[in-house]
Each structure stands twice: as structure tokens, then as C-alpha cells.
């Protein structure tokens, strides 16, 4: 059997990120930039104050000068186009445009204005407390580097440089076919189909669900109907070697390429990955839990991808684990987890093993193939799914 | 000035969560639950098993039994009525609920099977590798607490216990008031209206954008407009004490009762806490990095406790920080900072302090009042922002 690392890789060589498309700034939410994005503008367009202050020639400073007389007001956002001349200076806010010939601020708590006299009790130095133009974003520079996906600081940003177009990846479309005649005649709610489905969204896809019943020609009837209509195939149960799953078989009959059946991990077994017609297929398996955890590690940086993310994981952390957890080494073990507010990871025991572990946890944990026992306040790595 | 968790306090006092409504299981996704869900049936439905394997009865195992006459075959998902007789046993998959009378599973791998006798090579205790009916979750029993967000996998574990509609609570409705004449004429791009209005949407909220010049009038009609359509009003820039700063006065003149205005925190202080109109007021600082840190701070946990969720934070962990930080102490510090692939943070510079800070950070660093200089490798608080 291939190792966790060999399947993932197997899977992510198989998908490239799908075509790109030109969308104004609000549409690119949640989708990932197709090329780095070069800014028009710079930012600050302008140098500007870092303090509340008064505004001079750093010149005079050098040559000594501690008084000037205060000939404007400069609020942020305001510019004004008049230079200030020797021997004045301009009263500015946080944020506000230098004036011309002004390259210094200092600081207000450090002057004593009397009427329209500023005496600056400490010597100042040219350049202080100023923020150059430019100096967060070039003109010209970079923004952005490709694959970010765009959130909605990101977007500002872009909309700070006053970017208005920006070239994306498409959404992927996804099919969700959850087998089963018990799910297919009503008998047990589809709930991984629920998750899976919502599941892919989240991932900035676009998911349609279908259900289909124990039989080789229907799923594979199913699996060549949603190949042709989407960019990657999820199927729910069925991937195993029993007499019911038929999921291996329908590929079989339908040419697929079968890369993985099978990874040494638990819960998650059975995960099956195939590549049908130049498109991912992949086979989670139906125990709710071993489909969510297959979903994470395999499907999710999978459809990332697609979707054009560079970094298609989880954010990542070591941290203690509230409890001991037992086991055996020999297959990766992932733990539905709790992040508590002292920062140690909670594993949600057995009673909660297949619907509500993954329900209420806040991280997966994952315990590499060599692990055994493992005693609490030990760190283990935890993959962070994101919290309300 | 009061501490930041003085104002969070205050804000937090000052909002409760909005009416709840009954909605269908789909609708749900991105709500908070606003009451404890109890669940209409258990999970798993059945006793089932934990292996693939023979089911017996346990009583039989203990009388010393080891030979047993296979006699049906139990995949996935299939109910077998009929009950195990006295020395039979039932071939049955992982998941697959047991028959009635049998209470135990020998796993496949320690049994040999020659025809259809099954001989196991070791005794067996009765109960050994079965999963207990309602183990997960108990029929009546709670399936989520109050409070909780339903994500993709919450809404699997109600679909799964048969929840079909839920009580939860309404999405707040947030106006977002951008301030300054600059962005009023279109001279400045209103970015921090665009991120701030695409995090209320994050957080559950249903954000409108507005904007408005800086004139104490019509900032007051604006705020007093907005607080007569929503369940709170966001305003951006404004809200310091310079001269064109209209927030406080407009609130002052509208008869709002001002509980925070000023924080000992870097970047973010001129953030404001008013109560008008029994609806909570936040007045976001103008400069964007310091809008997006009292976003965090204070409007993100605001919102999410008017959407009903129960602990409205980021994620929390300690993680060493990637290079030394050099500081005063006297005011917390927020520090946009980049998760590594190693799990150490790495604050995003000066350089880009003001808006591709934000744009590029995982995680939000705070630095406590008392700390100074902060050396590399020293752990420090990362509020986690979500990542791909």
C-alpha cells in the first residue's frame, strides 16, 4: 500500500488549476488570482504623517532650527499643494500628505506651540516619523503573488491600488454522488452528502449532489453522466473491496486509470483516487467520519487546486493534546479535535467517533504512522478547520 | 483610558442576540443554533460493527464456543431481520448493523473459514468490536449546544439524526458607513469599506455599503438612516478627535450614549463603542490597518454575538514568533503575521503596515500591554484568520 504523502502527491499531479477568466474586484471573493497581480497605483500615494505632529524641512532640522511658525492645518486626506517655506511649518494628523518641501514630522508631544510658534524641545531628524510613497506597494509591483485566494482583505488591498479587473480561476463544478440504495430509497438521510456538498463550496467550488443505488451500471451510468458535466467527481461510499462496492468496478468498466485504492490510515482506508476522461475522481468512503477525514486530506487540496490556490492546506500547528490517546503504530491515525482556550487540542473520544466528532471539532488531529501511545501535554500536529 | 477588555466588555454587554426563526436544515449553514438541538433518533441507529467479521452471540462465546455455521452475509447498510440461532453466525461488514441476538464480532482476520464453518483461533469476549446503538447520539439527547455555528459537518450530524428544521437565529443586517470627502468624490477608493463589508459577510452578517463627506450633518442623517434600518452600524474614519472627525459629534447630537471612545492599543486606538437607538454604533478607525485590527477586535465578536454564537472568537494558539519584534510596552500591539509551513508566525513588516499586511496575514499577533521587546522563538498569542 502507498504511503499518505505518495496518495496526495498521486492525486495533486493530477489535477491542474482549470482555466482562467477576467472578473471585476467584488466577483474575485473567495477565488484564487490566476497570475501575480502588478499594481497601477502606489500606496501610500503620497508620503504621509506617522504621527500627529507638525511637518518641516528636515534641512532646517540639520542645520539646527527648533522654532518654525505654523502656517496651515493638514487633516488626513486632505493634500495641500502649497510648499512650506523656510523658517514654517505645517500642523499635520496621522495618515495626512506631506506637503511639499516638508520631509519630517515631529511629534506633538515634544513641542510647545505658542500661538502660531512651534519650539521643538529635542533636536529631529530628516525623514522622522514619515511614511514614503510607495512604501507598502510599489507602482508597478507586486500586489499580490498568484495563487492567493482572494479574501476580502485581499481585496482591498486591490481595491487600494485601484486594481479593477482581476484575471481568476473558474470555480470548479463538482459532482457529489452518494451511493446506496438505502440512501437512494429515503431509508438513511444522506448526511454525507450534505457535508461533502457544503463541504465543497466552502473550497470555492461548485457542488451538485446525486444519489445512486447498489448496482455496477448505475454508478457507473452516473459517474460517466457527472464526468461529463463537471471538473472533478466526488463519490460517497461504494470504494471499498466488499460485494456492494461498486465503485471500483463502474471505473474499471469505464477505462479509468486507478492511482490509489487504499492508504494506511484511520479512519479514511478505503479512499480511492482515478483519473477518468482527464478528471479526478475521488472515492471517500461512506462511515461518515473516514468521509470527512478522506475529504480533508485528499479531496479538499485537490479541489484547491483546481481552483487555482498555491497552498491548497490547512493552516498547520503543533500543539498539546489536553489527554493521553492510545493506540497502535502502523497506520496514520486523524482525531476530530477541540481547540481549547488555553490552546491544547481536546480529541472528541470514541462516543462521538463517527457524527458528532466531526460536528463539533474545531481541529484534525493527525498522528504520523509511527505513533503509538501518546501521553497528554505531548504536541501533535493539528489542522486547523477554521473556527465561527 | 479603559483596557481592551474593558471595551470588549462594554460592547459585548451592549448586544444580545437577535429573534430566532425556524429554518429549513440547508438554510441553516453559516447560523448559529438558537437553542439546544435535541435529536429526533440516535446514532448509529443500529448495534453495528466495528470490523469486517463474524457476528455471534456473546452468550455462546462465553459458554466456550469457537466453531460456528455461517449462515448470512451482512454488507453495509443492510437490516437482516432474522435473528443469529444457537451456533450460527453471520458474516458482516464494518458498519453494518448486527442481527438480532448477535452482540459480538469476531474480526475476519483470527477466524478460518472453511466452507461455511468458521472456526476462531482466539476466545472472544461478548460485546468485542461492536459500536452500541445511540453511542454517538442518543435519541433525545443533545446532538449540538446553542450557540454553536452550523458548519458543513454540523448540518450532516443533524441531517443524520433526522433534524429537518432549526431554530436559529437571524442574520444581522449591518450598514457600513465609509467617512471623507476624498472617498465620497471617488478621489481615494473606499478599500476598507470593501473589506469590512466582506468580513460582516463572513461573520453571518448581511452588510450595505455606504459613504459620506466629512460634515457633522450629514454624517448625523447618515448614522440615523442606517440605525433605522439595521441591527448595527459600522462607521469607518471619523472617529478620532481632529477636526474632521464628525462621528463623535454626529453620535453626540443623535443622543447616543458613548461607552468607549479611545483604547490603549496599537494600531486601533481612536475606536469608538456607542449604544443608540438601543442598537450598538462602532466607530473603525480610518487608517486600514487600524480599521481591520478594531474589526478583530471588537466588531467581529460583536456581530457574531447579534448572529447568537456563543464564543465569538478566532481560534487562539501560542506559537514561537519566526524574528525578534522590537517594541515599548504601555499599549497592546496587534501584528499581522504570516503561519509558516514550520507553524512559527512571521510578522509582516513596516513595509507593509498599512494595507498588504492585512492582505497577506493567517494570523492577527497581540502583544499584551506589558511586553516589549520580543526576541525570535519566544511564543506569543496568534489569532488565527482562516486560511485557503
Partial sequence: MISIHEALDAVLAAVRPLQSEEVLLLQALGR?????IVSPEQVPTF???AMDGFAVAGAELDAGRR???VVVDIPAGRYVAEPVAPGTAARIMTGAPLPPGADAVVREEVVDLRGDVASFRHPARPGENVRPAGEDVEQGGE??????RL???ALALLAAVEVEEIRVRRRPRVVVISTGDEIVRGRTPDSNGVAVAGLVAEAGGDPVRRAVGDRREEVEREIARALASSDAVLTIGGAS???????????????ADVRVHGVPMKPGKPFLFAVAGGKPVLGLPGSP?????????????????LAGVARPYRPVVRLPVAEAVSGKPGRARFLWAALEPDGRVRPLGRDAAQVRGPALADALVRLPEDAGDVAAGEEVEAWLLGGA
Same sequence: chains 1, 2.
Avoid at 484564487?32 to 501575480?36: D, F, K, N, S, Y
Avoid at 467520519?289 to 487546486?305: D, G, H, I, K, T
Fill in 143 to 148: 500586489a499580490l503573488p498568484a495563487g492567493v
Fill in 289 to 305: 467520519s473516514a468521509c470527512l477525514v478522506a475529504f480533508e486530506v485528499f479531496a479538499r487540496p485537490a479541489l484547491l487546486r
Fill in 151 to 153: 479574501g476580502p482583505r
Fill in 47 to 49: 508620503a504621509n504623517s
Fill in 241 to 255: 473491496v466488499g460485494e456492494r462496492d461498486h465503485v471500483p468496478a463502474a471505473l474499471a468498466a469505464l477505462g
Fill in 32 to 36: 484564487a488570482a490566476a497570475e501575480r
Fill in 67 to 69: 522654532e518654525f511658525r
